[in-house]
C-alpha cells in the first residue's frame, strides 16, 4: 500500500505558534484548541494516529483533568475533505465557571498513542504549550444539554445532569443502528459494492432542515440534521448509532478509511459526524454511543484491549467526549448468546477490560453501559467499570421489559454495584416498534415497554424497528413512520418533568396493588404511581401501615394532558384502599398518582 513518506525533520522544524482557541468559553461548552505541528496525512509514515500523541491537561483549583487530542489535518476537514495538514485538536468541556490553564504534551514514538507511560517517546513541536482562559456561565436554554450540564452516573438507579441536579429519564429513538450509514458522509463505503442498498439519504427529512441549521460542504447533510429537529420537534430526547459495524448487517459505518485498515481514520467523516452530534446536543437529544456490533467483537485485538481497540476507544473520546450528555456502549449484544454458543464472542475479561479503558481514558467518566447478548451476570460487582445496562428483550407484546429490568436493578444492587437499566431494544427482532399504519395505538408498546421500564424503576426506553415490516432498523429513514408512538412517550416524559417525583427515594411495589397485571413505583406511606392496564376493574391499593388521607388522580398515558379526577379522589390510609375508576374509558389504561396529602 502506498503511504507517505514525511522527514522527521519537519516535526524539528515546525514553529510553535500560540494555538487558535475556538468556540464559546462557556461551562458545557466546547472549546477547541487548534495546534500548529507536524504536517501529516491519513496514509503517512510515522501514522498520525498511532505515532503521535496530544494531551492537554486542563486545570482549576484542585481540578484536573487530562484530555487527548487528534489529527485534524487541515482543520476544515468537514468541509475541505482534506485528508492532510498540520494542524492538531483538543476538546475541551469546561465543568465549572472560573479560569482554567492548560498544558500540551505533544510526543512521538511507535505506537505512543496508546503507551501510558508519560515520558514515552518524545517531545516535539508544541510541547510545553501553556495558556490558560476564563469560562463563565452557559447562555443556553433547555432542551440544549449545554444548559442541562453534563449527565451522570451517581451510585443510584437515575442519571443526573449537573447543571440543574435533576434525574434525567429517557425516550428515544434506538432504531435504525445504521444510523451514520449515510451518503453525505465522505468515504467511498456507500459505492464499495458493500451492501451499498442500506446507505441512506434521510432525503424524507430534508423538510425539517432550518435555516441556518448546520450542513457540510454546501448542501449536504440536510436530510440528517432535519430528522434530529424531526425527532427534538416531537418531544424525544434520545437516540443511538452504531459506530463501527464492519462485517455487521449494514457494513457501512466505520470510523477508518476502509474495512482494513484499522489504524487509519477517516478525518474529514469523522469531522461531520461531529457537527451532527454538535447539533443533536443543542436539540436535547442524548448520544448513545454503540461502540461495536456483535460481529464486530473479535475484529479489533481478537476481543482484547490491545493496540487496535485503545486506538479506536482513544479517537472516540478524544473526539467526542465533551458531548454533555452521551453515554458509551461498549457492546450490541455482547458476548456469548445461550441461544447461539458457537458464535464468536469476547470473554467476561474482555468485557471488562474494554469498560476499564474508558474508565481510566474518559476524562468526563461519561456512563459505560453495555448490551445483552449475554446477560449481565458476570460484569456486576463493586470494581466493575459498568454502571448500567442496555437491555434488549425477546417478546413482540414487550412483556419482559418490566420484570427484566427490575431483576437487573435488583441483581446489580445485590452485587455491590446498583445499576441503572435503559430498555434500548424492547420487544422481538421481527416486529417491536411496528409503524403506525399497522398499529396505530401502540397499546403493548405504551404499557408494558415504555411505562414499564419507568414504573420498574428504569431510567427509559430506546426504540427498535423489527425487520419485518417497512422502515425497519436497517432500511428506516423517515422516523414519521411512528409518529402517533412519539406522542405517547413526549405524554410520558412531560408527566415526569411536571410532577418533579421523588424517584430516587421511589422503588417498585407491584405487590402493594390487587391487580397481578398492574406497576406500582412507590415511597410507601407517601407516593404511589401506579399503571391500570384494564382501569374497568376494581384496584386495590395496601395503605394498611400509612395512617393518612391520600389524594388520588388519574393521567391519561395516551393522549397526556393534565391530572383528571377519578370517582374516589380522596382515600383514607390504614387498610386496603379501593382506588376507584377513571372518568372515562374505563376499558384503557390509565396512570394513577396516589399522594398523600
Not at 448546520?214 to 443511538?240: C, D, H, R, T
Request: aromatic share 12%; glycine share 8%; with cysteine.
Amino acid at each position: 500500500m502506498h503511504r507517505i513518506l514525511l522527514p522527521q525533520l519537519l516535526a524539528v522544524l515546525t514553529l510553535s505558534a500560540e494555538p487558535v482557541i475556538t468556540g464559546e468559553l462557556k461551562q458545557w461548552h466546547k472549546v477547541s484548541l487548534t495546534f500548529e505541528g507536524p504536517v501529516s496525512a491519513e496514509t503517512a509514515e510515522p501514522n498520525p494516529f498511532s505515532d503521535y500523541r496530544l494531551n492537554v491537561t486542563f486545570r482549576s483549583g484542585e481540578r484536573s483533568l487530562i484530555v487527548p487530542g487528534y489529527f485534524a489535518a487541515d482543520g476544515d476537514a468537514a468541509n475541505s475533505s482534506a485528508s492532510e495538514g498540520n494542524k492538531w485538536r483538543v476538546h475541551f468541556s469546561p465543568p465549572s465557571t472560573g479560569e482554567w490553564s492548560w498544558s500540551a504534551s505533544f510526543r512521538t514514538g511507535e505506537n505512543i498513542a496508546v503507551s501510558e507511560a508519560a515520558e514515552e517517546g518524545s517531545a516535539i513541536s508544541f510541547d510545553g504549550q501553556k495558556g490558560s482562559f476564563t469560562v463563565t456561565e452557559s447562555d443556553k436554554t433547555a432542551p440544549d444539554f449545554r444548559a442541562l450540564g453534563r449527565l451522570v452516573y451517581d451510585g443510584t438507579r437515575y442519571p443526573k445532569t449537573l447543571g440543574n441536579n435533576q434525574i434525567f429519564l429517557k425516550a428515544g429513538a434506538d432504531a435504525p443502528e445504521n444510523f451514520l450509514s449515510y451518503t453525505d458522509f465522505d468515504g467511498d463505503f456507500a459505492t464499495d459494492g458493500i451492501k451499498d442498498h442500506l446507505v441512506k439519504t434521510w432525503e424524507p427529512h430534508v423538510r425539517d432542515w432550518n435555516e441556518g441549521d448546520p450542513v457540510w460542504q454546501g448542501e449536504k447533510g440536510k436530510g440528517m440534521i432535519g430528522a434530529l429537529n424531526y425527532l427534538s420537534s416531537k418531544g424525544l430526547n434520545a437516540f443511538s448509532f452504531l459506530t463501527m459495524n464492519i462485517e455487521g448487517d449494514d457494513a457501512n459505518v466505520f470510523p477508518y478509511l476502509d474495512q482494513q485498515q484499522l489504524d487509519r481514520f477517516d478525518i474529514s467523516r469523522l469531522a461531520q459526524w461531529e457537527i451532527v452530534f454538535s447539533h443533536a446536543t443543542a436539540k436535547g437529544l442524548f448520544l448513545h454511543f454503540k461502540t461495536q456490533e456483535t460481529e464486530n467483537e473479535l475484529l479489533l485485538d481478537k476481543g482484547d484491549t490491545g493496540p487496535l481497540r485503545k486506538l479506536y476507544y482513544r479517537e472516540l473520546i478524544a473526539r467526542f467526549s465533551h458531548h454533555p450528555a452521551l453515554n458509551w456502549n461498549m457492546g450490541e449484544e455482547n458476548g456469548r448468546w445461550k441461544n447461539k454458543p458457537e458464535k464468536p464472542y469476547q470473554t467476561t475479561a474482555q468485557r471488562l477490560a474494554m469498560g476499564r479503558y474508558f474508565e481510566k481514558h474518559d476524562p468526563y467518566q461519561h456512563p459505560i453501559v453495555i448490551h445483552n447478548g449475554q446477560w449481565f451476570d458476570d460484569v456486576y460487582g463493586p470494581d466493575s467499570p459498568y454502571c448500567g445496562a442496555s437491555l434488549q428483550t425477546g417478546q413482540a407484546d414487550f412483556k419482559n421489559v418490566h420484570r427484566s429490568t427490575k431483576g437487573i436493578l435488583e441483581a446489580s444492587a445485590k452485587k455491590g454495584k446498583q445499576w441503572m437499566v435503559a430498555c434500548d431494544e424492547p420487544g422481538d427482532a421481527q416486529h417491536s416498534l411496528v409503524p403506525d399504519k399497522v398499529d396505530p395505538d401502540h397499546d403493548h408498546a405504551r404499557q408494558n415497554a415504555l411505562w414499564g421500564n419507568y414504573l420498574a424503576g428504569g431510567w427509559g426506553v430506546e426504540w427498535y424497528f423489527g425487520y419485518k415490516h417497512a422502515h425497519s432498523d436497517l432500511t428506516c429513514q423517515d422516523y414519521r413512520s411512528r409518529d402517533l408512538m412519539w406522542d405517547q412517550c413526549r405524554h410520558a416524559l412531560e408527566f415526569f418533568r411536571s410532577q418533579q417525583l421523588p424517584l430516587g427515594k421511589m422503588k417498585n411495589h407491584n405487590s402493594l396493588l390487587s391487580h397481578k397485571e398492574a406497576f406500582c413505583l412507590a415511597q410507601p406511606g407517601r407516593h404511589y404511581l401506579i399503571l391500570l392496564k384494564d382501569a374497568s376493574q376494581e384496584t386495590l391499593l395496601d395503605l394498611a401501615k400509612h395512617e393518612a388521607e391520600y389524594e388520588v388522580r388519574w393521567f391519561n398515558p395516551r393522549q397526556g394532558g393534565n391530572f383528571q379526577k377519578g370517582t374516589q379522589p380522596l382515600i383514607a390510609g390504614n387498610n386496603q384502599q379501593d382506588i376507584g375508576f377513571p372518568p372515562n374509558e374505563r376499558d384503557k389504561d390509565w396512570v394513577v398518582f396516589v399522594s398523600r396529602k
